[in-house]
């Protein structure tokens, strides 16, 4: 199914797919201002703790109310939950004029995490009602793939309307349209008829009377948090018994410690090269520096996903293509880190995030493959939180580095730890005549029983 006739032929998803277009436009277009006020208020001095300090405000709220939002997602009508968590993001995202009015980055960090919060909820919602949205296994295939182009499209697309409003018309303005855009998406999921059939039961169930409906949200979100911690144990337990799997979540770890500091540093960079290359014919250089870095990036992304497709069409040899699309992730940071110019980091940033396609959707379907259906939902929960933290972790200790040691240095550092664990993924493989047996499907997966 292409996805012309998708979006033609479900209405309710296709209200589902622009409420997601408009409100991450928003939220790429937003970021580019953001980062660029964080780094002006900080100054010089920890411009690389101010950004590590926001990513981290950025990525936490997933995991603190990622638990809670699944919740509550289960139990109400969730095309609610995402218009109040697009009405609720309206409105906080109206903060950043008070930072930018009273320049704070403490109000940057609460407004950032408190966004995310609300976030949470909404992309629980928007994950949950696509397979009730669609009808078949082809829908559903279309679905996700529409979805995640659409995330790469909107952080060029987003970055670069971003880059431009905020050198030609200012910031404030930036975060206005934000707001805006999480308003519209409101309106327009509004206008879906779907409507879950138990929505109704459930909802009388949560909201009971008074202080009873409280205490039942709460026991719901304390049972969530215990389980959320049962099963990313259980799911250690399962990758601990497999080999492949183990190797797999090693080097995936790794990965996220050098890909912190990618994270924590393309901002800063995307800033002083854009001073350098735009400075003197543009307002504000470092918006427009840091919005050409961002475009890149979901470039890359877009030109990434057939790449990935086609290089990863046969399941033989995955593992080689995974090590070898590894070395040269590592390797391509290196090389940004060096570049002297924006024009010259730009072609090496969408080199590298074409690469990340290959070596990411290699990694997904080796997982994918090794993993017994019964477990594969822990076994992807946990391989996510171990990747975003140990990437988080990263983040500030690179920001901090950034801050003693300079940008150039410890992108450097960031680009060798990844190459490293390209290396390490070698060590770590089995025989090279063993691969097809080392990443059978589900249905031939009989390996190591973990019951």
């Given at each position: 199914m292409t996805y012309r006739e998708l979006l033609a032929g479900n209405a309710d998803f296709r209200r589902l797919w622009s409420g997601q277009v408009v409100s991450e436009i928003g939220d790429w277009l937003n970021n580019i201002a953001v980062l660029a006020l964080a780094l002006e208020l900080a100054g010089p001095e920890r411009q690389g703790r101010a950004v590590a300090v926001y990513a981290i405000a950025r990525h936490l709220p997933l995991f603190v109310f990622g638990p809670v939002a699944g919740v509550i997602?289960?139990?109400?009508?969730?095309?609610?939950?995402?218009?109040?968590?697009?009405?609720?993001?309206?409105?906080?995202?109206?903060?950043?004029?008070?930072?930018?009015?009273?320049?704070?980055?403490?109000?940057?960090?609460?407004?950032?995490?408190?966004?995310?919060?609300?976030?949470?909820?909404?992309?629980?919602?928007?994950?949950?009602?696509?397979?009730?949205?669609?009808?078949?296994a082809d829908e559903m295939l279309a679905a996700n793939s529409l979805s995640a182009s659409t995330t790469a499209a909107t952080i060029a697309v987003g970055s670069a309307c971003g880059g431009l409003v905020a050198t030609f018309f200012g910031r404030d303005i930036v975060f206005v349209l934000n707001a805006a855009t999480f308003l519209a998406s409101a309106l327009i999921i509004r206008r879906m008829v779907w409507r879950r059939p138990t929505a109704v039961e459930d909802e009388k169930v949560l909201a009971g009377v008074g202080e009873a409906g409280r205490a039942g949200v709460a026991a719901y979100a304390s049972r969530s948090l215990r389980l959320a911690v049962t099963e990313f144990r259980e799911g250690l337990r399962y990758v601990r018994g497999d080999g492949v799997?183990?190797?797999?979540?090693?080097?995936?770890?790794?990965?996220?410690?050098?890909n912190g500091a990618?994270?924590?540093?393309?901002?800063?960079?995307?800033?002083?090269?854009?001073?350098?290359?735009?400075?003197?014919?543009?307002?504000?250089?470092?918006?427009?520096?840091?919005?050409?870095?961002?475009?890149?990036?979901?470039?890359?992304?877009?030109?990434?996903?057939?790449?990935?497709?086609?290089f990863n069409s046969s399941a033989e040899s995955l593992g080689a293509r995974m090590g070898r699309s590894l070395c040269a992730d590592g390797c391509a940071l290196f090389v940004f880190s060096l570049t002297p110019g924006l024009w010259w980091a730009a072609p090496v940033l969408i080199l590298r995030e074409m690469n990340f396609a290959v070596w990411w959707t290699a990694q997904q379907t080796i997982l994918m493959r090794r993993t017994r259906d019964a477990?594969?939902?822990?076994?992807?929960?946990?391989?996510?939180?171990?990747?975003?933290?140990?990437?988080?972790?990263?983040?500030?200790?690179?920001?901090?580095?950034?801050?003693?040691?300079?940008?150039?240095?410890?992108?450097?550092?960031?680009?060798?730890?990844?190459?490293?664990?390209?290396?390490?993924?070698?060590?770590?493989?089995?025989?090279?005549?063993?691969?097809?047996?080392?990443?059978?499907?589900?249905?031939?997966?009989?390996?190591a029983t973990h019951e």
């Open positions: 997602v289960d139990r109400t009508d969730r095309r609610r939950v995402m218009i109040a968590a697009d009405c609720a993001r309206a409105v906080l995202a109206l903060g950043f004029l008070v930072a930018h009015a009273y320049s704070s980055l403490p109000v940057i960090y609460a407004v950032g995490a408190s966004l995310f919060s609300a976030s949470a909820f909404f992309n629980a919602a928007k994950r949950a009602t696509i397979p009730n949205l669609c009808r078949g799997l183990a190797a797999v979540f090693v080097v995936a770890a790794c990965w996220g410690l050098g990618a994270r924590a540093l393309y901002s800063i960079f995307g800033a002083r090269l854009g001073e350098g290359a735009a400075s003197g014919w543009l307002a504000r250089p470092k918006d427009f520096g840091i919005s050409v870095l961002f475009v890149a990036m979901g470039l890359g992304g877009v030109l990434g996903a057939p790449l990935a497709r086609r477990y594969a939902g822990r076994v992807f929960a946990t391989h996510e939180t171990i990747t975003t933290l140990t990437m988080v972790g990263s983040i500030y200790l690179a920001g901090a580095a950034a801050d003693r040691f300079g940008i150039r240095v410890v992108a450097a550092a960031g680009g060798s730890i990844i190459a490293l664990s390209g290396l390490l993924w070698f060590a770590l493989r089995r025989r090279e005549g063993e691969i097809v047996a080392e990443y059978p499907s589900r249905s031939e997966n009989h390996g």
